[in-house]
Nanobody, 124 residues
């Protein structure tokens, strides 16, 4: 199983980025796929997840600004990030697991598979 995150970069506050997570060995519509982020000196934080059912879940502070989606044919998930804020600056990681239950979506160690991370920097 491999997850490859890409799409990070430097953007001004209010701007947009779209992150991608290409997978191999994973059928994204049979897994819970998620995005986490980690800022310097902070713990890894849940951002968004899309379950095998297609339902999505978000960190409160990104609701209305971020959208997680998947392309089943490409086995790829995306994170569209709009109206970015400096506090969104972090390394973003994609993660996947087939057995994450709803109550544990936001728990990093529940996910077996991780991408390498992509840096998102939002300047004020």
């Amino acid at each position: 199983v491999q997850l490859q995150a890409s799409g990070g970069g430097l953007v001004q506050a209010g701007g947009s980025l779209r992150l991608s997570c290409a997978t191999s060995g994973v059928t994204v519509n049979r897994y819970t796929m998620a995005w986490f982020r980690q800022a310097p000196g902070k713990e890894r934080e849940f951002v968004a997840a899309i379950r095998w059912t297609g339902t999505s879940h978000y960190l409160d502070s990104v609701k209305g600004r971020f959208t997680i989606s998947r392309d089943n044919a490409k086995n790829t998930i995306y994170l569209q990030m709009n109206n970015l804020k400096p506090e969104d600056t972090a390394v973003y990681y994609c993660a996947g697991d087939q057995g994450v239950i709803l109550s544990q979506l936001k728990v990093p160690h529940e996910y077996d598979y991780w991408g390498q991370g992509t840096q998102v920097t939002v300047s004020s």
